[in-house]
């Protein structure tokens, strides 16, 4: 009786610990998912997509390979591109359901793929910690929402202008443009640099069409308006993109702006034979942080710039520009993509590494840390992007439908330009048609 009785207890103490143990296997299997496995130490790969020039892909790869040290169970797949390639990619991938875990993000595009779902909302995880932002000024967390949500991380924050080589236009014995110039001005600028350089090149690269921003952006908001309304309404009249269109198109008959055909064939060209680099334009539209990566180009000379030309009397044109670190929503394993952007905007190797590639870092810390590592040129960015940025005012988010608009703006310019379709033409297509977009 008493072997019996000793041999049920056994039995049954026995059955409780196999439950048990089936019970805590179960609660960490149902905490640790796929998604979870960088705390398994489970060997995964994510992949992350960006845009840039082969500098640009250097730096990546070379933070990349950072983290991949740092967590030796996280694999990343590098996929990156020329910039209107990296987006035409990604429309496809998120379509077709296979999106990178992080994708290098744009405040003119985030609003159309967050108001599709595409991106992941990153609000939980900031606030637990898990991304750990805590560093980041509260309006550069701010410019990564859509809404209410946090759909994207800034790596860097940067403002655009025209840049010129000094050489350039010593040369051509032509005064530097001034810093608070009008459209008026740079008319007037691009004639004289044209008629200095004879038959050896143009003053300016066509910039009549290709992206909406920043360039066109700058006139509208300048003319009182702005590429779109807070409800997603386009946010310009006939008149603005009539004037834009009628003073690139005088400039192009008059042989001031390259030719139709040979703004195509040096469309996507890499940085070191675009037409600046060579030396066939003295005025190019460029962010800021891009700066130094010309003057490493040039064996002679300072690459210095100015604020985009305003409308004489009008508002400002600034606003706020970065790139950013976005999670789609399909990922997973939104964790470890998580961690590889804390990564990327935090540690102290990378930052390093990226300096201000695409402006100079968000974080405090990170922006301080970068001051002590940068080249004269990078300072001369740095130094146009905190004067500029206190001149920037709020700009409606893209609607979605925007990479629409946007292919549909580019088309009507070309049409301008070869002669296919007069200014009138062109804008009432575009107008009619972006109209039709926006309100589907």
């Not at 209410?148 to 010129?164: L, Q």
Request: glycine share 8%; proline share 4%; net charge negative.
């Amino acid at each position: 009786m008493k072997k019996s009785l000793w041999l049920f207890i056994m039995i049954t103490f026995t059955f409780l610990l196999l439950l048990g143990c089936s019970s805590n296997n179960e609660e960490a299997d149902k905490g640790e998912s796929d998604d979870d496995s960088t705390k398994s130490g489970e060997q995964i790969e994510i992949s992350f997509s960006w845009w840039g020039d082969t500098g640009r892909h250097e730096k990546y790869n070379e933070i990349i390979d950072l983290f991949e040290e740092a967590y030796p169970n996280i694999k990343v797949d590098r996929q990156f591109g020329g910039w209107e390639d990296y987006w035409d990619r990604l429309t496809t991938q998120v379509s077709g359901g296979n999106a990178p875990d992080v994708v290098s993000m744009h405040q003119f595009y985030v609003s159309d793929y967050a108001r599709r779902g595409a991106l992941h909302v990153l609000n939980d995880k900031v606030e637990n910690g898990e991304l750990d932002l805590s560093d980041f000024p509260e309006a550069a967390l701010d410019s990564g929402k859509v809404g209410e949500d946090i759909v994207m991380v800034a790596k860097g924050i940067t403002m655009p202008g025209f840049v010129y080589n000094t050489a350039v236009f010593d040369d051509l014995g032509i005064d530097y443009p001034e810093s608070d110039w009008t459209w008026d001005d740079f008319v007037d600028k691009a004639y004289e640099i044209k008629e200095a350089m004879g038959g050896d090149g143009w003053a300016v690269e066509d910039g009549s069409g290709g992206q909406l921003q920043p360039l066109f952006r700058y006139f509208a908001r300048q003319s009182g308006q702005d590429l779109f309304t807070e409800d997603g309404k386009l946010g310009f009249d006939e008149q603005v993109l009539t004037d834009w269109w009628t003073m690139w198109d005088q400039m192009r008959q008059d042989g001031v702006i390259p030719d139709a055909a040979t703004s195509n064939e040096y469309e996507g060209l890499p940085l070191e034979a675009n037409m600046f680099a060579t030396k066939k334009v003295a005025l190019l539209g460029l962010p800021a942080n891009q700066m130094y990566l010309y003057e490493e180009q040039m064996a002679e000379g300072e690459i210095n710039i100015v604020r985009h030309p305003h409308i004489e009397g009008g508002p400002n044109g600034e606003y706020i520009e970065g790139a950013y670190l976005s999670i789609t929503e399909d990922s997973p394993h939104k964790d470890a993509a998580a961690k590889f952007i804390e990564f990327f905007v935090s540690n102290d190797e990378a930052i390093k590494i990226f300096k201000t590639e695409q402006g100079p870092p968000a974080g405090t810390k990170a922006s301080n840390l970068v001051l002590e590592e940068l080249t004269l040129p990078e300072q001369r960015a740095v130094e146009y992007i905190q004067t500029t940025v206190e001149l920037a005012e709020p700009a409606a988010y893209a609607p979605e439908g925007v990479n629409q608009v946007e292919t549909l703006f580019s088309d009507n310019a070309e049409a301008i330009a070869f002669g296919q379709k007069s200014v009138e033409q062109a804008v009432a297509d575009f107008l009619n048609e972006a109209r039709s977009i926006l309100e589907q």
